[in-house]
């Protein structure tokens, strides 16, 4: 399995290793899902979230296959609840992609992953395309 976020494209360099030893790089691409990725001249074009599989078959020899899952997760830029009355609530975030600091609804984010809170209740949060651990301070 392969974690990846929507917007992300990626160059593939397919490599087919033979019995005899032979190495050949044509393959044929598909992916189960055309609406979360696409696959054009060996690149990775990821567009919504969601599970999909890439599959990489040899032109040369269509009994060799390989496939892996994909799972394309869509960036979150603000921690946010929706209320009973569906009224969504930013709790965290100003919703924009960005690396800036400040208080709970300035701060910008470029993929939050995960929070915790540690045993004095500082809240943090995993910070993905930012690559970085951030710790979330209370407006005064």
Known sequence: NLQLLKGDIIPLN?????ESGD???????????R???RVENNTLN???GGVTTLSATSKADPTLSQSIILRVAVPIQAITTTTAS???VT???SGKAGFEEGGLLTAGFKG???LTLDATGNLYCTDLNN???RKLLVDE
């Open 14 to 18: 397919p490599v087919v290793k033979f």
């Open 91 to 93: 709790h965290a975030g």
């Open 112 to 114: 939050i992953t995960s």
């Open 86 to 88: 569906s009224i969504v």
């Open 131 to 133: 690559h970085a651990i």
């Open 23 to 33: 190495f050949n790089r044509d393959v044929f691409w598909s992916i189960a899902d």
């Open 35 to 37: 609406a979360i990725a």
């Open 46 to 48: 990821l567009l919504e």
